[in-house]
């Protein structure tokens, strides 16, 4: 007897049913859009003479939704049945990618409208912090790219190939309040002041009435800043750098005024407050400084490094010292929504080639993110009343989802509103059927030679090594 040799040379995944869907759980998001009539805003505020600009936005959120991080990512949600959870038509990578180009900053100015609408009506049904003190956390991150012909594209102080966006977070949610693109070599506070000023407007329209602080680190330390929040009635905490005139006030802090308290394993660290002032005449101006120092006690590595190390900010908010440091360092939790934003959506990867269109991708990731964060945030029935049902601003004309539920959900708590059996309307598809459906036998036959998507077909044969690039990298 001949031994028999087996081997796999090929493999095919079939869908063999009409009914399949993949990343199910966009049916809650897709609930949320319905619930907030995105794509009725988005097309009543961005103009960009293409026809159903809310489709193509939602597009590219829900597919960042699904893990997307390029244009050609899109097709994910055309996989099996997905597109009958979602309450709009889903658009094509080409389409998606025209789309893009097509924007102007006239269009992103419309995007931000879209963008301070949305947060207004999400913190209506429940998601808002009404009366209650608002913590803004203010930061920039770096966008890093590879590809040479990107417009904005620069390196800035990380050395970086890359964009330079600024971001406001909600400190405790991770959601983003605001958010603008800026080019690779904008230095850190460049254009914060209008920033600011657009960031209060949204949060007043969105009905934020208690008291704002804002947290930010040293590369937005700036009088005109400074200035402008207290125009705005806004507390502020900011730190500051280790210049030479910081460095003496520091100097100059008793020995018995500094206090001990908790902050690192194998370390020590003490805070201490006292007054900065700066100016002379009229102009001078003294604030509230606080700092803190540390050094490690651990003998062989204090051998190294036996002297303190400094860290100070100026502040208005009325707390002790203490407080007031432990207040100022959860301002490093921004880090965690920026991780969020950047590995959660789609702003990991920067893809067009046209800045507009980037700016335009920044936007539909903050909106996503922001769904994200939405949708699993716990309400009750104490938050505000939703918007009147009579706004022409409101639910999709295109709403797919029904429910026999007479009763009213509490704002943004999703489960109850998510329907047994999601439909569309009669006269545009057939419902989902969710029990198999009898199929006829089939004749064995030999694999096509190519892959068809249409026919749910996905095959796993690779492609010739001559047409792989590893450093490709695709730009729309």
Known sequence: MSAVSRNIDRLDAIFDHDNLVANAGLI??????????????????????????????????????????????????RAGATGRVLPFGVMAPSTIGTFLRSFTFGHIRQLDAVLSRTLARAWALGAGPGNAALVVDLDSTICEVYG???????????????YHPLLATRAGT????????????????????RFVDELVANLKRAGATGDLTVRADSGFWSWKLIDRFTAHGISWSITVRQIKAIKAVIAGIAEDAWQEIDYTIGGQAQVAETTYIVGKGSRQRQVRLVVRRTRLVEPAQRRLWPDWRHHAFITNIQ?????ADQ???DHATVELAIRDLKEGTGLEHVPSGHYPANCAWLACAVLAHNLGHWTTQ????????PPDPTDRLGRSAREPFRTTDST????????????????RPASTASPIRLTPQPRARRTPTAPPASTTQRGHRISFDAPPHDTLDPNHEPVD
């Open 378 to 385: 716990p309400t009750s029935r104490d938050k505000p009343d």
């Open 408 to 423: 009213v959900p509490d704002p943004l708590a999703l489960g109850p509103t998510v329907p047994r059996h999601t439909q």
């Open 319 to 323: 707390a002790d010292t203490i407080e």
């Open 148 to 162: 040479k012909h990107k417009q904005g594209a620069a390196y800035g102080y990380t050395h970086k190939l890359g």
């Open 174 to 193: 991770g959601e983003v309040l605001f958010a603008r693109m800026r080019k690779g070599s904008a230095n850190s506070g460049r254009g914060v002041v």
């Open 327 to 329: 207040f100022h360092r």
């Open 28 to 77: 809650v998001a897709g609930t949320l859009i319905t619930k907030l009539g995105l794509e009725t805003l988005i097309n009543r505020w961005v103009r960009t003479g293409s026809f159903g600009p809310g489709r193509k936005i939602l597009t590219i959120v829900a597919a960042m939704m699904a893990g997307g991080t390029h244009i050609d990512h899109v097709d994910v949600l």
